[in-house]
Structure formats: C-alpha cells, structure tokens
C-alpha cells in the first residue's frame, strides 16, 4: 500500500521534538520515505525530523536529561551514578544552548 503513495506531507507539533518517544511513528515514516525516495513536503515536525536526521547522519539518540529536551551543560556533573550505570548506545545528554550531544562510554570498572 505505500508503494501507491506519491507523496507524504509531513508536519505537526513543533513542541515535539524528532528523538522523543512520542514522535517514534513519526521517525519510522520518515525512515521509509527516506529509503523508498518518497517525495515529501516537511514543515514544522517534519523539518525539525530532517534537520536532526542531517545533523546525526540517521542516528536514532535517546535524551537522558531534561524529559527528553535537553537541559544546561553544567548539569552534566549531576548525572545519578546510578543512571550511568545503566546507559546504553544512544543515550546521550544534550545541551540546548548549543545543541550538542555527550555520550557515556563505560571502560572497565572505571569512568571516562
């Protein structure tokens, strides 16, 4: 069935940020556009997907900090040793002054 479509017009909240999990649909239609060379009109949702697709080469992320919008990079420090403990690949902790992500890479039994 989305072989018969032309076309995807893509917009919606632009409150909703393209890697929090509410916009999980929405990431995997933007995926399979990009995949299937779908043309498609992006406004605010949309060009908010395809900025951050361009940005992180495709790479889904999973913001740890802020309820999933970011918050100061002096916060960094106050990351709970437990919740390092428990991060994975992808979750990262982002500045939104500058936009700028950081990932945790456990090495050993030590922290980096």
């Given at each position: 069935?989305?072989?018969?479509?032309?076309?995807?017009?893509?917009?919606?909240?632009?409150?909703?940020?393209?890697?929090?999990?509410?916009?999980?649909?929405?990431?995997?239609?933007?995926?399979?556009?990009?995949?299937?060379?779908?043309?498609?009109?992006?406004?605010?949702?949309?060009?908010?997907?395809?900025?951050?697709?361009?940005?992180?080469?495709?790479?889904?992320?999973?913001?740890i900090n802020?309820?999933?919008?970011?918050?100061?990079?002096?916060?960094?420090?106050?990351v709970p040793?437990?919740?390092?403990?428990?991060?994975?690949?992808?979750?990262?902790?982002?500045?939104?002054?500058?936009?700028?992500?950081?990932?945790?890479?456990?090495?050993?039994?030590?922290?980096?």
């Open positions: 069935m989305f072989d018969n479509v032309e076309v995807v017009l893509m917009d919606g909240n632009e409150r909703m940020l393209p890697w929090m999990e509410e916009a999980k649909k929405v990431r995997k239609l933007f995926k399979l556009c990009k995949k299937t060379n779908k043309y498609m009109f992006a406004a605010g949702l949309g060009m908010a997907m395809l900025t951050y697709y361009c940005a992180t080469n495709c790479v889904d992320i999973h913001v802020g309820n999933e919008r970011g918050g100061s990079i002096d916060e960094i420090n106050n040793e437990p919740m390092l403990a428990r991060l994975t690949k992808g979750d990262v902790f982002l500045d939104y002054a500058t936009g700028d992500y950081y990932s945790y890479k456990h090495v050993g039994s030590g922290k980096v």
